[in-house]
């Protein structure tokens, strides 16, 4: 076992302002060489079986894309699909009929609303499951703009139904259309 001396601080010479130099212990070499260090080299990728990156053997292979579990598109796809079909039940219906009305109000936001929480919780459960998972923010952006969006086409929906539950407590009520 060896013992580490320090020498003290030799003071400086002609500037007092300067603080003292101390002289670098014997025996400490850098940490970038990794040399008479108690701690091994990090590996570059992990030698765990069933992982990515891990071959029979313990030997390492590179990373691909293809080795990641990427974000389901799945929700952009139902939250996309809801908007085109309220916007064309909304053309096609002109408030005709309650049951359309009543479709296009609940896949406007409501559908939309559901595939952005979908999205949150598939990307929150798998990101906490494992480190092999790329989340993709973008498509919780996507789904919000397109919840705003929903909102907006959902008042023609709204309106329909209005129209449709007024006429109808017209008929059932006839002393409140007076």
Same mark, same amino acid.
């Given at each position: 076992?060896?013992? #580490?001396?320090?020498?003290?601080?030799?003071?400086?010479?002609?500037?007092?302002?300067?603080?003292?130099? #101390?002289?670098?212990?014997?025996?400490?070499?850098?940490?970038?060489? $990794?040399?008479?260090?108690?701690?091994?080299?990090?590996?570059?990728?992990?030698?765990? %079986?069933?992982? %990515?990156?891990?071959?029979?053997?313990?030997?390492?292979?590179?990373?691909?894309?293809?080795?990641?579990?990427?974000?389901?598109?799945?929700?952009?796809?139902?939250?996309?699909?809801?908007?085109?079909?309220?916007?064309? &039940?909304? &053309?096609?219906?002109?408030?005709?009929?309650?049951?359309?009305?009543?479709?296009?109000? &609940?896949?406007?936001?409501?559908?939309? &609303?559901?595939?952005?929480?979908?999205?949150?919780?598939?990307?929150?459960?798998?990101?906490?499951?494992?480190?092999?998972?790329? %989340? $993709?923010?973008?498509?919780?952006?996507?789904?919000? #703009?397109?919840?705003?969006?929903?909102?907006?086409?959902?008042?023609?929906?709204?309106?329909?139904?209005?129209?449709?539950?007024?006429?109808?407590?017209?008929? #059932?009520?006839?002393?409140?259309?007076?």
């Amino acid at each position: 076992m060896s013992t #580490v001396t320090t020498l003290p601080p030799t003071p400086p010479s002609g500037n007092s302002n300067l603080p003292p130099v #101390v002289p670098k212990p014997q025996g400490v070499t850098p940490l970038s060489n $990794n040399a008479g260090s108690q701690f091994p080299k990090f590996p570059s990728a992990p030698t765990r %079986p069933g992982v %990515p990156g891990s071959l029979p053997g313990g030997q390492v292979k590179k990373f691909n894309e293809d080795d990641f579990e990427k974000a389901s598109w799945f929700p952009l796809l139902i939250g996309v699909l809801a908007l085109i079909a309220a916007v064309i &039940i909304w &053309i096609v219906n002109r408030h005709s009929s309650v049951a359309l009305s009543l479709a296009g109000y &609940i896949l406007c936001p409501l559908v939309i &609303i559901f595939s952005l929480g979908l999205d949150s919780y598939l990307q929150r459960r798998k990101t906490s499951q494992g480190q092999w998972f790329i %989340p $993709n923010q973008n498509y919780g952006q996507i789904l919000r #703009v397109l919840s705003g969006v929903g909102i907006i086409f959902a008042y023609p929906h709204i309106s329909g139904l209005a129209d449709h539950i007024s006429a109808w407590l017209a008929q #059932v009520f006839p002393w409140m259309a007076s």
